[in-house]
Structure formats: C-alpha cells, structure tokens
C-alpha cells in the first residue's frame, strides 16, 4: 500500500509540475512573426516620385511616356505648367503604382521593367532601359520603395 501510494504521490507531483510549465508557457507572448512589408506613401511621395520626375542621359523621363501611355504603370499628369504633382495627384500615384510594385517582392515590375536586360531587367521596354545597372542611385531608390522601407 506503501508503495501505491509513493506512486500516486509522484504521479501528482508529475501532472502539478506540467500543468505549471504549460501554464507558464501559455502566459509568454508567442514571439511576433515578421511584419510583411508594405508600400509607404511618404517615401512615394517624397522619394519615389522625383525618379519619374527625373531626366536621365539619353532617356525620357518616366512621366512623359508613362502619363500618356497605355501600359499597366500610369502615372497622372501634370497639371499645365507644374514640375511635381500636387498631394491629391500625388495619392492617385500612389495608387496607380500598386499595379506594379508589389512588396516584399524584388520580381515587381516596376523595379524590372526599366532595368537593362543584362542587370536582370526584362527584354523590353517601350522607353528603353532606364537604369544600366542594379546600383543606379534612382534604381536603388525604387527597390527601397518596394521592400517597404519608410
């Protein structure tokens, strides 16, 4: 009887301890998964947006062909005698870019749409290939702008 009851006694102590690591594991915040990156609109507006604005050696710059055309990334236009889009202008932008730029992603068109077929761009461009390489200033811009930063 002595023994049975040794290993009942155990038997409690086992379960008591368990059901305390459980419990305490229960109350420790599962750790946070990495937040997905997201598209932010300041960095558009202040950052993004001056590249298309921009006039590169040999090239159009992006808001010419790119207001006026008929490809997946449209921007608005300028309004007559502007240099810059103004914040409701800016915010169409903004949405017009989702259609290209996915985040996270370094596959987006928009960052290798314009990019020189021998740095890993596409094989065609309409307004040539803008950036000759993944270390152009404004390249580097765009990508910073699809992998989320802010």
Same mark, same amino acid.
């Given at each position: @009887? ?67 055309? =008929? ?21 169409? =932008? ?7 730029? @996915? ?43 699809? @992998?989320?930063?802010?």
């Amino acid at each position: @009887m002595k023994r049975a009851s040794s290993y009942a006694a155990a038997a409690v102590c086992l379960l008591v301890a368990a059901a305390g690591s459980l419990s305490q594991a229960g109350s420790q915040p599962a750790p946070a998964p990495a937040a997905s990156p997201s598209l932010d609109y300041e960095f558009f507006k202040t950052k993004v947006q001056a590249v298309f604005l921009a006039k590169r050696e040999g090239h159009a710059r992006c808001v010419v062909c790119h207001s006026f055309n =008929n490809a997946p990334f449209k921007l608005v236009s300028l309004s007559p005698g502007s240099t810059t889009w103004n914040e409701e202008q800016s915010r169409r =932008n903004f949405e017009l870019i989702k259609r290209v730029a @996915m985040p996270g992603f370094l596959e987006s068109q928009l960052l290798k749409h314009p990019l020189a077929e021998e740095a890993g761009g596409d094989y065609h461009h309409g307004g040539a290939q803008q950036f000759s390489s993944k270390q152009d200033p404004h390249w580097l811009t765009l990508k910073a702008f699809v @992998m989320g930063e802010k």
